[in-house]
């Protein structure tokens, strides 16, 4: 069902328009003025198709075409007017008008044509062949007499919802386009999942049951253990690889920002929004749509989102118009979502509705033996561009790498490979290139495992321990803390806050 605007000062055309569309299963909307048309344009949000009177009082016809080319170049808008010149119709070309009906017009000589991308049209009482001349000049590619039978305007709506469903499909295009060039080029293979231990068969095997199948997915992993990798995996090997796979951290935004980040809004819908943005979901259509970070989505927000999984529809931030989208979701975090629900922050409907196939992701520290697979497999990555002399490690380097915890995981080995690659002096890394901390004198300090604690105890004080010894290694500086670690600095601030260290 389309959503039509009719602005007219004539009621009897008025109505019998609106009577039409509505015969055609269509929503209309009617205004007897050009600002009132406009002010309903605004406040409907998504409108497929304008038809107004070119002569009223106030805001005409061809001001009405300027207010909805500012609002939304791509919305097909028709003019109906008794009162047509040489000059309306040249002003109204340059606007963005595409065709013309003279009046009379007969149901028989309607025909389709091609049309250009912004669909406008004009209906006249004064067509002569220097005036259809002239207006297929400027683009226009029909004419047709008045008085006009309900068959015709039938015809020409659904012309236009063709033209504005092709706009929207290819506005959608393009922002997806510009998404993915905002993205950092990446591989997206299934072998990018490195590991032969028994723990990572296991999800390969569970990754290529579930790929096929449009079931929600949800990953249960440390930070750094590579749930997004998992996810791209699932999507690569679905029936939905040649759609779109979109992501959104909901972990970094606020509640307000996420909103219009997962449905977009409207233009208008607060400061700022100037022009209307198609949201995750839209540009997600046809693909999959990764929520990493889930656990730390607000129940406000959880509500609307349980909605969008149980009905795949939604509305943009300041509109009303329902869109419809088909998307696949697979959702991941790093908290204990069972715990959450326990605790009353998370919805237990929707952790059941995202939780269809739940699939854990090891530490590193449970799956030592693919320790030296990724050592080997990082050097071979970020070599050639970072130290294209090294083509191994020495082994008592290895040993140093399989004896630490890893508390970031394989995010963590990556960032210590590409330390070492920068300060290795031959082909091979040795213990001198690692890190401080993993190197002989202080940073060979044995880490304390202290006894009789939950493993979640024991690894934030092995976090802690780690912290503090490349903070007195940094000397106190923070960014460099940070490097060391290899997490961001925002992140640093806050473990430095959590375990007092300062």
């Known amino acids: 069902m389309a959503t039509i605007l009719i602005i007219d000062d004539n009621e009897t055309i008025r109505e019998g328009l609106a009577h039409t569309v509505r015969k055609m299963g269509h929503r209309a909307l009617v205004a007897a003025t050009g600002d009132d048309g406009v002010a309903q344009l605004k406040a409907a949000g998504e409108v497929d198709f304008v038809i107004t009177d070119l002569r009223m009082e106030g805001l005409d016809g061809v001001g009405v075409l300027r207010r909805v080319t500012e ?37 028989e000589v309607v025909r389709k ?106 990953i249960a992993g440390e930070s750094g253990t590579g749930k997004e990798l998992v996810a791209r995996a699932v999507h690569n090997l679905s029936k939905r690889a040649t759609g779109p796979f979109i992501k959104v ?84 975090t790093h908290k204990n979502l069972e715990a959450e629900v326990a605790a009353g922050r998370f919805r237990q409907d929707f952790y059941y509705r995202l939780h269809v196939v739940p699939l854990e992701l090891p530490p590193l ?53 590409e330390q070492a690659l920068v300060f290795a002096d031959g082909p091979t890394i040795g213990v001198g290139s690692l890190p401080g901390f993993l190197q002989g004198g202080d940073g060979d300090e044995r880490l304390e495992v202290p006894h009789e604690m939950s493993l979640p105890e024991i690894l934030e004080d092995l976090e802690r321990q780690l912290i503090l010894k490349a903070f007195r290694k940094a000397n106190g500086v923070k960014t460099e803390t940070a490097r060391l670690l290899g997490i961001k600095t925002s992140a640093l601030y806050y473990k430095l806050d959590k375990y007092g260290i300062s």
């Not at 990764?290 to 509500?303: A, W």
């Open 71 to 107: 609002l939304d170049p791509s919305l097909p808008t028709m003019i109906i007017t008794a009162f047509g010149t040489v000059e309306t119709a040249v002003e109204a070309m340059k606007l963005g008008a595409f065709d013309f009906l003279t009046k009379p017009f007969a149901p």
């Open 365 to 417: 520290r449970e799956r030592r033996d693919d320790i030296p697979i990724l050592v080997h497999h990082f050097i071979a990555k970020l070599g050639p561009r970072t130290n294209p002399n090294v083509r191994a490690i020495a082994d008592d380097a290895l040993g140093r790498l399989m004896a630490y915890a890893w508390p970031g995981n394989v995010r963590e080995l990556e960032n210590v490979i």
């Open 113 to 218: 044509s091609n049309a250009p991308s912004l669909p406008t049209m004009i209906i006249t009482a004064f067509g002569t062949v220097e005036t259809a001349v002239e207006a297929m000049k400027l683009g226009a590619f029909d004419f047709l007499t008045k008085p006009f039978a309900p068959e015709v305007v039938r015809l020409k709506v659904e012309r236009a919802l063709e033209l504005a469903a092709a706009r929207r499909a290819r506005r959608r295009l393009e922002a997806q386009n510009e998404y993915l060039r905002g993205e950092v080029e990446q591989r997206y293979q299934f072998a990018e999942l490195i590991g032969g231990s028994e723990k990572m068969r296991r999800v390969f095997r569970t990754v290529e049951r579930v790929a096929p199948t449009d079931s929600s997915v949800f």
């Open 249 to 332: 951290n909901c972990g970094a935004l606020t509640e307000t920002l996420l909103e219009s980040e997962l449905f977009g809004h409207e233009r208008g819908a607060f400061t700022g929004a100037i022009k209307t943005k198609l949201g995750r979901f839209e540009l997600a259509d046809g693909g999959t749509l990764f929520l990493d970070e889930i656990g730390d989505v607000p129940l406000s927000m959880q509500v609307k989102l349980l909605r969008v999984l149980q009905e795949q529809e939604f509305e943009r931030v300041g509109g009303e118009q329902t869109v419809k989208v088909d998307v696949r979701v697979v959702s991941a």
